[in-house]
């Protein structure tokens, strides 16, 4: 979980480190939570972009 605003780093086993800033979106009652994360900066875009891509591949 992330505080209202923070910044997250996650390793990918496929394309690396990615950078992600994660934002915490409460309701007005506290009742539901959504966690929205976006990239960072531009070389997590990009592996998020590879990622895309090698997500429809198989590996044998």
């Known amino acids: 979980m992330c505080s209202r605003a923070d910044r997250k780093t996650f390793q ?3 394309v690396g480190r990615l950078t ?3 934002e915490t979106l409460l309701t007005p009652d506290l009742g539901q939570k ?3 994360l976006t990239p960072a ?3 997590t875009r ?3 972009d590879l990622l895309r891509v090698l997500g429809v591949e198989t590996w044998a």
């Open 12 to 14: 990918h086993p496929r």
């Open 20 to 22: 992600m800033d994660c």
């Open 34 to 36: 959504l966690l929205v």
């Open 41 to 43: 900066d531009t070389e």
């Open 46 to 48: 990009e592996r998020l």
